[in-house]
Nanobody, 116 residues
């Protein structure tokens, strides 16, 4: 029923940019807090960015000033614009939809590799 499908990952050079998308279905999208998390090999999953239903954003310390999260409720889609990418940003990026105490959903992830 519920699906979160990430896209836009790939290989990029250090200093480059990528734009990730997450298309949601099966939820009342506008009511959910949407987020991006990432997990690199051997590391815990960490917060990248979240955006509330009202548009308030929060970013992980390591991406502040470089990444921007946004949402388009008409398209049931959340985006992550990633600029000034570093090798340390290499990870699988996961989309999350959270309706606290009621629902919490995850996408399958999309690989981002930053390498020369």
């Amino acid at each position: 029923q519920v699906q979160l499908v990430e896209s836009g990952g790939g290989l990029v050079q250090p200093g480059g940019s990528l734009r990730l998308s997450c298309a949601a279905s099966g939820i009342i999208f506008s009511r959910y807090r949407m987020g991006w998390y990432r997990q690199a090999p051997g590391k815990e999953r960490e917060l990248v960015a979240v955006i509330t239903s009202s548009g308030t954003t929060k970013y992980g310390d390591s991406v502040k000033g470089r990444f921007t999260i946004s949402r388009d409720n008409a398209k049931n889609t959340v985006y992550l614009q990633m600029n000034s990418l570093k090798p340390e940003d290499t990870a699988v990026y996961y989309c999350n939809a959270d309706y606290i105490l009621l629902a919490d959903y995850w996408g399958q992830g999309t690989q981002v590799t930053v390498s020369s």
